[in-house]
Each structure stands twice: as structure tokens, then as C-alpha cells.
């Protein structure tokens, strides 16, 4: 097994969030880091950012930005939002707070501004070298020698890689061939909607249109419209529809409908969005991918992490959040090994279990986001849940705020969240006013369901990383 070698470089695939993160945990480290991106540099030309305008960054992602001094700067660009506001089809607009009160709240960030934040910062610990235009085409992980395409001058060249990362996102050329291997396999869903960004602009002087610190929501049964601020005033509304069906994008095929659509499930948000029939049929249909592999790394050659390892849905706002947190454990890993494959096979271990109860939870979010959240008995669930929150503190745990606002394993999430999930609902049937909940049998539920589980789990609740 090979040492862990710091005057050799480590190669990394692709400069996206997770890339440009880990370069700079490696750099601290003492590696030298060459980093290989296909884009151009998003620095000095015009390119797509790719994926979404802006995303949600919570507690694991700070976390992972603060062990490299990014956090507060970082901070400074983002825009806290408490809850989910909803505008039902007809009636008031609600806001769901997202946690016990106002300092658990997740925050919006342009993800463009984020990735050449955190580019430039691996560049200036000057041991990070950034390549662009440089597509990894093939991987010999038996001789550590890559092909690589030049876009640029379109030569193809093989270079040396004794030691690679991957973190070239959901269509990873490194997991790709890894998949090759005999014992290694990867299984991609692709979800049958899709998405689309459209803009709602900002008001005069950069004022907000709608309430800036809410994540809002027009949730609609089979589809749903979502909307993140943004630091200049204006807001990207993601839609999300099937793709086929008879409300889908494939249907959505002329201006009129589309108008139609709008005018009749998102009257409001029509209003805010002046260039919408440009924006729909100027801006690309997304699609969403479940990938889970294994294992993840080759021997002590290679190892994908971050989207190219485990690319979820964006439902619960954690694909960037859970790839962070795999940099912040597995610099943890390397300062506790001398051997590049011990590393990466305890890092298969400790993440693979937690990136597949991401990835499920992701999914049963898109569900609750685009149906539950319209019905008065989630609302009430949501309010009986933070009365809980606030009665037991430490004591009852939702997945939630498990999610977003700690850094405990998200195996452990799931499972608390689906015991403190049926303590809500049983306590929820029959009252119609969260201030009637019975305190009393709240807590007989939660000594007898809860507090067990925390204790045997107490080892894990002690957080990766
Ligand atoms: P990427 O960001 O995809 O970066 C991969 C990089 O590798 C890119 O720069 C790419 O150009 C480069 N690359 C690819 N192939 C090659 C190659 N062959 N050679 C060299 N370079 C290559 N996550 C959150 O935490 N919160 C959110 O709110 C959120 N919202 C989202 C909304 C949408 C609509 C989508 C689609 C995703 C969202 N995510 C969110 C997930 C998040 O975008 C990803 O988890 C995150 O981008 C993963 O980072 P990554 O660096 O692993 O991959």
C-alpha cells in the first residue's frame, strides 16, 4: 500500500464547488494540487455556472467553509431565509419557519460568485494550479495515466495522475471509469421531471418584490414553483414539472399555453416575471439524477467524491452541503492515515451509508415540498413539530432541523426524523390548534420512542469530520 507521499501532487478533476473546496483542504495539508476543469475559467469569460443560479448552504456547508477561514465572508454574500413561504393557489400566503426560531435558518448564494470565491482562494494558498479547458477523457488507474483533452487547442495528451480526486460532478468521466472495474457498479435515476430558472427582477433601487427572507413555494400537487433571493434584489424561481404528461414541459409548447399555465396556477408570481415566455423558451430544461456507486475509490490510485460519488436530487438543499462535509472528513482522514488507501476505503465506509440516506430523503422532500406543504395538516404538523422542538429541547429532534441546522450523520437523520415524524402525527390527530397538543403524553412519547434511540446512537450523534 502506498504512503501517503506530500512532495507528490495530487490530481483533481474538476474546479466546480466540491473541487475547488478540496484543493484548498489539500493545500493545507502541503500537497501540491493540479486541478483539471473542462469550463473555461468562469473568472475571465462568460460560461454557465451550471445547474442552478443560486442554492441553499446550511449549517454543514458553513461548517466544512469555516474549517478553511471562508465562512464569514461567505456569510456576507448569502441571505438568510427562515422558512417556506407558501402561496397557495388561492388564499393568504403562510410562512413554515424551517426551525425552532429565527437563528436556524438556511441561507441563499449565488452559486457563480461561490465558485470563484472558492477558486481564487485555492489559487492563493499558491499550491493550488487550476487548468481550464482540460476535459479528463480516460483513466489507466493501473498505470495512473490520464488522457486528456485540450479544448482549446483540441490535442489530445496523456498525463500523469498517481494519485486523483474526482469531484467532476453527477457525469463524472472518473466514476465513469471506475464503473469499468470488476467489483465496482453505479445505478443513475433520472427523475421524471424537470427543471426550469426563470427570473423575477428586482424592484426599484434593488428592492425585493416579495418577502426576501423565505424560501417561497407554490406548491401544486404533480409540480411546483420555488423562488431564492438574490443579493441584487431580484429572485430565481425554479418550475419543476414532468417532463411528459399532460402538464409537463413537453405540453408547455407554445407562448399562449405557457400564459395560460401561469395565469391560472401562479397568478402572483406572473406578475413578477416580465420575460417569462423568453426566459422559458430561451432557458435549457434541467434534469435531476439520483447516482449511487460503489465502492468509490481504486485501490490507493483514485477516488470520486462530492456529485461524482453521490449525486442526489435538490430537494433538501444538500448536494453541495453533503459534498462539503465529504472535504471537511476526508482531510480529516488524511491527517489520520499514512496510507492513501486506508483513507479513502474509511471514507467509502463512513460516507456511503450517509450519502445514500441523503439521497432517499432528497426524494421524499420533493414530495412533500410539491404536495404536503399546501395542506393545513402539514401546516399544523409543522407547528405541533416546532412547539416540540422548543418544549424538549435536545430531547426531541426533527429531521428537518437534523438536516440542515446540525452536522450529525444523516443515517442517524433519516432514522430519528421517522420516529420523531410518528410522535407528531400521533399527536396531531384530533386537535386542530397546535396550542392543544398534550404536553403530557409529548413527553411519555418522547421518553419512550426518542430519548432510547439517542441513547443507544449516542456515538453518533457525535458528528463526522
Ligand atoms: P459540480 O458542481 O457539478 O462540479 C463538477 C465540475 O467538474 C464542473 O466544474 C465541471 O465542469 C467539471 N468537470 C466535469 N467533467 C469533467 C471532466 N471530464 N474533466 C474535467 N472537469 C470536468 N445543493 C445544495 O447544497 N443546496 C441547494 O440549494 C442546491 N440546489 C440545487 C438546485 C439544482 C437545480 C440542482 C441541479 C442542484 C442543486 N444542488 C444544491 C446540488 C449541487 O448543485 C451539487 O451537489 C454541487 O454542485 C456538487 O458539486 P460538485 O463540485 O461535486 O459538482
Known amino acids: 500500500m502506498r504512503e501517503i507521499d506530500r512532495t507528490q501532487p495530487v490530481t483533481l478533476a474538476g474546479a466546480g464547488l466540491v473541487g475547488s473546496l478540496m484543493a484548498m483542504f489539500l493545500a493545507r495539508r502541503g500537497f501540491q494540487v493540479e486541478v483539471l476543469e473542462r469550463r473555461p475559467d468562469m473568472r475571465r469569460e462568460t460560461v454557465e455556472a451550471g445547474r442552478s443560479i443560486n ?6 456547508g458553513l461548517h466544512a467553509l469555516r474549517q478553511v477561514g471562508l465562512e464569514e465572508e461567505a456569510r456576507r ?38 465558485n470563484k470565491f472558492l477558486m481564487t482562494h485555492a489559487e492563493a494558498t499558491g499550491r493550488v494550479r487550476i487548468r481550464f479547458k482540460q476535459r479528463i477523457q480516460h483513466v489507466d488507474f493501473e498505470s495512473g495515466l490520464l488522457a486528456v483533452h485540450d479544448d482549446a487547442s483540441g490535442a489530445t495528451r496523456e498525463e500523469r495522475a498517481p494519485v486523483l480526486l474526482g469531484a467532476d460532478g453527477s457525469g463524472s468521466a472518473v466514476r465513469q471509469e471506475m464503473m469499468k472495474l470488476p467489483g465496482h457498479s453505479s445505478t443513475q435515476e433520472l427523475l421524471s421531471h424537470g427543471y426550469k430558472e426563470l427570473t423575477i427582477p428586482a424592484g426599484p433601487g434593488g428592492t425585493f418584490r416579495m418577502e426576501k427572507h423565505a424560501l417561497h413555494i407554490w406548491p401544486r400537487g404533480s409540480f411546483m414553483l420555488i423562488a431564492l433571493p438574490n443579493e441584487d434584489g431580484s429572485f430565481t424561481c425554479t ?9 409537463s414541459f413537453a405540453t408547455l409548447d407554445s407562448p399562449g399555453k405557457l400564459t395560460a399555465f401561469f395565469t391560472e396556477q401562479f397568478p402572483d408570481a406572473l406578475e413578477l416575471i416580465p420575460e417569462l415566455t423568453h426566459d422559458f423558451f430561451k432557458n435549457p430544461t434541467g434534469s435531476m439524477v439520483t447516482v449511487k456507486s460503489t465502492p468509490w475509490h481504486v485501490g490507493s490510485r483514485a477516488l470520486v467524491l462530492g456529485d461524482a460519488a453521490h449525486a442526489i436530487v435538490p430537494f433538501f438543499g444538500q448536494g453541495m452541503n453533503c459534498g462539503f462535509e465529504d472535504c471537511v472528513v476526508l482531510d480529516g482522514l488524511l491527517a489520520r492515515h499514512s496510507r492513501w488507501e ?5 471514507f467509502f465506509r463512513a460516507r456511503k451509508p450517509n450519502a445514500d440516506a441523503i439521497a432517499d430523503m432528497a426524494v421524499e422532500n420533493f414530495i412533500e415540498m410539491r404536495d404536503s406543504t399546501a395542506s393545513p395538516r402539514f401546516l399544523l404538523e409543522k407547528q405541533v413539530e416546532k412547539l416540540l422542538l422548543n ?14 441546522f446540525s452536522r450529525v450523520p444523516y443515517r442517524l437523520a433519516y432514522e430519528v426524523g421517522s420516529i420523531a415524524g410518528s410522535i407528531v402525527t400521533e399527536l396531531t390527530g384530533g386537535i386542530s390548534r397546535a396550542e392543544d397538543v398534550d404536553l403530557e403524553r409529548a413527553a411519555r412519547l418522547v421518553r419512550e420512542r426518542l430519548a432510547p434511540f439517542l441513547e443507544e446512537h449516542a456515538d453518533g450523534f457525535r458528528t463526522e469530520g
Request: glycine share 6%; charged share 15%.
Open 342 to 346: 486506508e483513507a479513502f476505503s474509511e
Open 55 to 60: 442554492l441553499a448552504i446550511s449549517t454543514r
Open 391 to 404: 418544549a424538549f429541547p435536545g430531547q426531541f429532534l426533527s429531521r428537518y432541523t437534523l438536516v440542515s
Open 239 to 247: 418550475l419543476f414539472l414532468p417532463f411528459e404528461g399532460p402538464v
Open 77 to 114: 454574500h448569502a441571505i438568510p431565509m427562515r422558512g417556506r413561504m407558501i402561496h397557495p393557489l388561492s388564499g393568504e400566503l403562510t410562512l413554515q419557519p424551517y426551525g425552532k426560531d429565527d437563528s436556524q435558518h438556511i441561507n441563499s448564494i449565488s452559486r457563480a460568485w461561490l
